[in-house]
């Protein structure tokens, strides 16, 4: 083994799982999350991801010891903080609005933690040395944050914070604040540097191509709860509710009728007065459902042509984006649907064109209504 992955075994064994028995958070008399429970693996790269209001902030303070809980228990490994003070549950925090000290220089923010834990100066150079080495900023140790970019003072917080080798690393939309190409850069550093240091770590964001990016784990909040947990591949391509279908990806979320009670994986389900043949994870019974598809699982054909299980439909917008090119589809009922398709620019769909819509029984899920 070499010695950054033998670094990175230990940090892993040093790092804390953490676990969430029924919890329940209050502000007042409204209760915001409710019977939540959540068990995160030792060194895992956790995001809580939803809309803004969903919980998911609120959650991560609540870890963090800044909001106590109203009910149930917050583990991390075998230590039980849910009464402890935010200080004495050996976290590190990084902020969306950085919190950096603007009259402190780099160094002396990033030292800021060693020094309030005592830490001797000649270990703290060390520390801070290696910290600023592995987010890039050995050369800016002496400025202080009005002279850096945005993306630098979030490395800074993010060297700041990892420096103190925290048990449990929380994050709370650490990249909302930088533009869309420094974020891609800015998120690439963290999953790196997270990977090495083998730190649990929880990340809030309301972006789902950083969850999908940077996360070993997504749960899905809406409403004070979870409304799914599982791997970024599951979550998308496997949603278990319309509402996480919709909110990771686009979806075309279609309401189709169940003729018959299905219990198996394959059904037959009846959109626009046809057949369509998909996958329904759960048991349903006959009656209203909900189809979901994603916009790339579609296939266009000509309308000439009869491919077995295709809808007919007509072609009302179409964009080219360099990379795909996307549609939206009327079909003889009256419904809209999505169609992203990749490679050649399919000059010969323009609006008004009549096409066969193909859904992949294999990709297209049935859930309950």
Known sequence: MSARGAATTAARAASAGISIENLAVAYGDARVIEGLSLAIEPGCFFTLLGPSGCGKTTLLRTIAGFIQAAEGRLMFGSTDVTQLPPHKRNIGMVFQ?????????????????????????????????????????????????????GGQRQRVALARALVIEPQVLLMDEP??????????????????????AGITTVFVTHDQDEALAMSDRIGVMNRGRLEQVGPPSAIYSSPATGYVADFVGAANLLKVTVPLAAASDSVAVSLAGCAVAARAPN?????????????????????????????PGTVRRRQYLGSRTEYKV??????????A?????????????????????ARTLVLAS
């Not at 979901?292 to 009869?306: F, M």
């Not at 009327?330 to 169609?339: D, I, K, Q, R």
């Open 330 to 339: 009327e079909l003889a009922g009256g419904e809209l649907v999505a169609v």
């Open 283 to 311: 048991p349903l019974p006959a009656g209203p459902a909900l189809l979901v598809a994603r916009p790339e699982d579609i296939r266009l054909s000509p309308g000439d042509a009869t491919p077995a299980g295709a809808l």
């Open 97 to 149: 609005d950085y919190a950096l000290f603007p009259d402190k220089t780099v160094f002396d923010n990033i030292a800021y933690g060693l020094r309030a834990r005592r830490i001797d100066e000649t270990s703290i150079k060390g520390k801070v040395a290696r910290a600023l080495d592995h987010v890039g900023l050995g050369h800016l140790a002496a400025r202080h944050p009005a002279a850096l970019s």
């Open 341 to 361: 398709l990749s490679g050649e620019r399919h000059d010969s769909y323009m609006p008004g064109s009549v096409v066969q819509l193909g859904f992949d029984p």
């Open 175 to 196: 990249l909302s604040n930088l533009d869309a190409k420094l974020r891609v850069q800015v998120r690439e550093v963290i999953a790196e540097l997270q990977r090495e």
